[in-house]
């Protein structure tokens, strides 16, 4: 409906703010039924939180944690213990700073490399952990742009020595990270799924548990080996070779 500007972020003056709005907009409290928010104590607070305040005018706004909020923060959770996917994450974010820190860089990327490529212009979107699942967008990026990154980061190394173009080549190039790449995508498209499911302006929460069923089997059958990811990664390294000329380092780093 609105985004609220306010000067203070202490329960109160957040309530203040909230229950001004639906005063201003002569809405009706018995018809608020939920409060959704992040966990932090200002909001979440049983005895003095927001959702407890809010409910001095309607008992009845159960408060929930977001659920898209949820769901991100459990993704980065299950990525944090695991080494190859955490080192993934954070080359992603080592490439987003290469490009976003130099227009220049960013202009070969651009003009030199995705033009010659004919490829659309992609721009690496920042990884960020706290906002609902930018890593999928970020992921579906460098996959898209696979070559390109590559070519590009090989030409910083050649006219500049730029040591971290070169780090980030070779790990580009590694049949390890590129596998990572192509199950992290489709991981990453699978949770989307249902984090744009619970963001609609009309959720029907009695679909929710078939909707997290679905997610559950699609996640499962990425695990065998039948799967389709496993010849995308061979038929993607295939392309980098036979399109490109670019030779993929099939040892398992760290092994």
């Known amino acids: 409906m609105t985004i609220l500007h306010i000067t ?11 229950n001004s709005f639906i005063l201003e907009k002569q809405l009706d409290y018995r018809k608020l039924v939920g409060q959704a928010y992040d966990s932090a104590a200002v909001f979440s607070g049983s005895k003095t939180g927001v959702q407890t305040r809010m409910r ?20 980065i959770q299950a990525a944090e213990i695991t080494c190859e ?16 820190y130099s227009p220049k860089k960013a202009e070969t990327l651009k003009e030199e490399v995705q033009s010659a490529l004919q490829l659309p212009e992609l721009k690496i979107v920042k990884p960020c952990d706290t906002r609902w699942l930018s ?16 070519i590009t980061l090989q030409q910083l190394y050649e006219s ?4 971290e173009a070169l780090g980030l080549c070779s790990l580009l190039s590694s049949y390890v990270v590129i596998s990572g790449i192509v199950f992290l995508a489709e991981v990453l498209d699978t949770l989307a799924k249902i984090n744009a499911a619970m963001q609609r302006k009309i959720v029907d929460f009695s679909k929710i548990p ?10 499962t059958s990425l695990k065998s080996e039948e799967s389709e990811w496993c010849s995308t990664v061979q038929s993607t390294i295939d392309k980098l070779r036979e399109e490109h000329d670019i030779v993929v380092d099939a040892q398992i780093h760290g092994s």
Do not use: V
């Open 85 to 100: 996917i955490k080192q993934i994450f954070g080359m992603m974010r080592n490439f987003w700073k290469l490009f976003y």
């Open 160 to 163: 500049t020595g730029d040591a």
């Open 135 to 150: 890593h999928e967008r970020c992921m579906r990026a460098i996959k898209k742009e696979l070559p390109a990154l590559i």
């Open 56 to 75: 001095t005018n309607s008992a009845h706004a159960l408060y929930f944690h977001c659920a898209c909020h949820r769901l991100q923060l459990a993704s």
């Open 8 to 18: 203070a972020t202490d329960a109160a003056s957040i309530t203040k703010a909230l």
């Open 210 to 219: 078939s909707l997290l069923k679905i997610l559950i089997d699609e996640l």
